[in-house]
């Protein structure tokens, strides 16, 4: 059963916090962001993960450099720097959109992988180490437990937040001399323009029941209600690691390793 008690520490429950919180901004960005590559940008599976390797390098090393550093810079501090560098990272990447390169969007994910190593590495060990010798065990179920429910509120919350916005788009848009809400709406089936509207995907599907012209400009409308999805989902991102940051600052000033 779920020892409770280990969360009277505040140092052990504002850093499973932070952990949950963690989790929530990777999983739910990263939902959005390898669609945005493949679907948006044309980039092909392989190559968008190679393309994710350099942000898994700078957590590593990161990571390292933290135990080191944590050393002569108190712990507060490091892991609320760590969120306002995930923040501007995160901010960085709301300023994309359909057209942006590839490497704009790399460069904004190295940046929020910069911020997040030192900030889950310090994290994960005060949930640990903040908890009595005989519950460690216990406490280390909660970190991995917390984890696992960032990543599962990252696609349930910011994902969602980036579908409903290109939904929101979709349903909105007129384009300048068409009828109907779609380029070429009354052309497709019912199931085909339903799709459309629902995801990036489906609306890739559809174009191609349409003459060419109208299917490049429905799939560039539906690229463009995506990016601006994953901006808006951006930006929530943003804020979030900014008000975790104060509140780390804050709540683990005393905290000393």
Same mark, same amino acid.
């Given at each position: 059963?779920l020892d409770l ?6 140092a052990?429950t504002t850093?499973?916090?932070v952990?949950?919180m963690i989790?929530?901004l990777?999983a739910g960005?990263?939902?959005?962001l390898?669609q945005?590559l493949?679907?948006v940008?044309?980039?092909g599976?392989?190559?968008a993960g190679?393309?994710?390797l ?5 957590i590593?090393?990161a990571?390292m ?9 108190r712990?507060?501090y490091?892991?609320?720097g760590?969120?306002?560098?995930t ?26 992988g910069?911020g997040?190593a030192p900030s889950?590495?310090?994290s994960?060990?005060?949930i640990v ?6 519950r ?5 179920a ?6 696992e429910l ?8 910011i ?5 409903a916005?290109y939904?929101s788009a979709?349903s909105? *848009?007129?384009p300048?001399?068409?009828? +109907?809400? /779609?380029?070429? @709406? ?5 199931e !085909? =323009?339903? &799709?459309?509207?629902?995801?990036l995907?489906?609306a890739m *599907?559809a174009?191609?029941e349409?003459? +060419?012209? /109208?299917g490049? @400009?429905?799939?560039?409308?539906a690229? !463009? =209600?995506? &990016?601006s999805g994953?901006?808006?989902?951006a930006?929530a991102?943003a804020?979030a690691?900014?008000?975790g940051?104060?509140?780390t600052a804050i709540?683990?000033?005393h905290v000393?390793r």
């Amino acid at each position: 059963p779920l020892d409770l008690r280990l969360f009277r520490s505040a140092a052990f429950t504002t850093s499973v916090t932070v952990n949950v919180m963690i989790g929530t901004l990777m999983a739910g960005t990263f939902f959005l962001l390898a669609q945005y590559l493949q679907l948006v940008l044309g980039v092909g599976p392989f190559e968008a993960g190679l393309w994710m390797l350099p942000q898994s390098a700078v957590i590593i090393v990161a990571s390292m450099l933290a135990a080191v550093v944590v050393r002569r810079i108190r712990l507060a501090y490091i892991v609320s720097g760590g969120l306002a560098v995930t923040a501007a990272g995160l901010f960085v990447l709301a300023q994309m959109d359909a057209t942006s390169g590839v490497i704009f969007v790399m460069a904004a994910w190295v940046i929020v992988g910069l911020g997040v190593a030192p900030s889950s590495t310090l994290s994960v060990d005060l949930i640990v180490s903040s908890a009595p010798p005989e519950r460690a065990g216990a406490a280390s179920a909660i970190s991995e437990t917390g984890g696992e429910l960032g990543n599962a509120l990252g696609i349930a919350l910011i994902g969602s937040l980036g579908v409903a916005v290109y939904r929101s788009a979709m349903s909105d *848009a007129e384009p300048p001399g068409a009828d +109907a809400a /779609l380029p070429g @709406e009354a052309m497709l089936s019912g199931e !085909a =323009a339903e &799709a459309a509207r629902e995801s990036l995907s489906g609306a890739m *599907a559809a174009a191609t029941e349409l003459p +060419a012209r /109208l299917g490049a @400009e429905l799939v560039a409308q539906a690229q !463009a =209600a995506f &990016a601006s999805g994953l901006q808006l989902a951006a930006a929530a991102g943003a804020l979030a690691a900014v008000i975790g940051a104060v509140a780390t600052a804050i709540l683990l000033r005393h905290v000393r390793r």
